[in-house]
T-cell receptor
């Protein structure tokens, strides 16, 4: 079956611009997660959704970052007024449900963001 | 707070040799533990996971890991390395309960190089 998909695969933007990253989870998965992978910080959790609600936003690095999920499916991560330190690979994952910690999180290929 | 430590950012082995990638976790309650592999420009793929059912866990591609509570370790092994095993490996933990149990906490990663 289809896995987690993310778009765009690569994004180059200028400092100060806003960007939107999209994630399509595996069909039927109610939980969706965003992570960031960068050279200096490794793999960091950003936010997760159970359905359309976000019980844990603790990883969002600043108020320039926001995410939403509508219809319990697609999620969008928005970064406003991008900065060079936002350059990273943004990974999305999904699982059947968030309230079962033994559940596997399946990852998408990521969006590689470069802020010039 | 949870943390995961991977000893050795780079490991190099000969083809056919034993692979040992080390992971230690820090948690007052044994968490759920995962090993993921990442090939260049790809997302993360689950190798195996510990969910308290058995301390020795077998995964894909001939990998296995043993959960040792007394050592707070979850080292990844493979008896005989193959060239195709060259990748970056991440150990991750997830809380068994409480708040913020949705997220994975990752180690810094270990790059495995396999030489002929």
């Amino acid at each position: 079956g289809a896995g987690v998909s993310q778009s765009p695969s690569n994004k180059v933007t200028e400092k100060g611009k806003d960007v939107e990253l999209r994630c399509d989870p595996i069909s039927g998965h109610t939980a969706l997660y965003w992570y960031r992978q960068s050279l200096g910080q490794g793999l960091e959790f950003l936010i997760y959704f159970q359905g359309n609600s976000a019980p844990d936003k603790s990883g969002l690095p600043s108020d320039r970052f926001s995410a939403e999920r509508t219809g319990g499916s697609v999620s969008t991560l928005t970064i406003q007024r991008t900065q060079q330190e936002d350059s990273a690979v943004y990974l999305c994952a999904s699982s059947l449900m968030a309230h079962a910690p033994q559940e596997t999180q399946y990852f998408g290929p990521g969006t590689r963001l470069l802020v010039l | 707070a949870q943390s995961v430590t991977q000893l050795g950012s780079h490991v190099s082995v000969s083809e056919g040799a034993l692979v040992l990638l080390r992971c230690n976790y820090s948690s007052s309650v044994p968490p759920y533990l995962f090993w993921y592999v990442q090939y260049p420009n790809q997302g993360l793929q689950l190798l195996l996971k510990y969910t308290s059912a058995a301390t020795l866990v077998k995964g894909i591609n001939g990998f296995e890991a043993e959960f040792k509570k007394s050592e707070t370790s979850f080292h990844l092994t493979k008896p005989s390395a193959h060239m195709s095993d060259a990748a970056e490996y991440f150990c991750a933990s997830r809380r068994a309960g409480g708040t913020s149990y949705g997220k994975l906490t990752f180690g810094q990663g270990t790059i495995l190089t396999v030489h002929p």
